[in-house]
């Protein structure tokens, strides 16, 4: 059984930074890919980024690439989300996600039953 634990959420203003974690437990994270969702009030959940299980093949939304960034420390048994220039937008709860295998394409990371694993969430909150 694996659990994923999000932290590092919060009210910010546009333009600041966060950064999520996402602390797993059991012994299969360091060969899994890893990934972060984001879900709005009143809206389907939807993908926003992936790291591979070396750490290699991340792949990103369009709506963040050039501002979120995905890492892990396999060491550690986490995930991260380094977020810069949040928007408005950006508003939602970020979930983490482990899944069934070492990488997952672009074409499919996005989809859900490709995940074993999903976190609680953590709220991010971005005023204007």
């Known amino acids: 059984q694996v659990r994923l634990v999000e932290s590092g959420g919060g009210l910010v203003q546009a333009g600041d930074s966060l950064r999520l974690s996402c602390a797993a437990s059991?012994?299969?994270?360091?060969?899994?890919?890893m990934a972060w969702f984001r879900q709005a009030p009143g809206k389907q959940r939807d993908f926003v980024a992936i790291i591979g299980a070396s750490g290699d093949g991340t792949y990103y939304a369009d709506s963040v690439r050039g501002r979120f960034t995905i890492s892990r420390d396999n060491a550690k048994n986490t995930t991260y989300l380094q977020m810069n220039s949040l928007k408005p937008e950006d508003t939602a709860i970020y979930f983490c996600a482990l899944a069934a295998r070492a990488q997952l394409g672009p074409a499919i990371a996005g989809l859900y039953r490709w995940y074993n694993y999903w976190g609680q969430g953590t709220q991010v909150t971005v005023s204007s």
């Open positions: 059991g012994r299969t994270f360091s060969n899994r890919a």
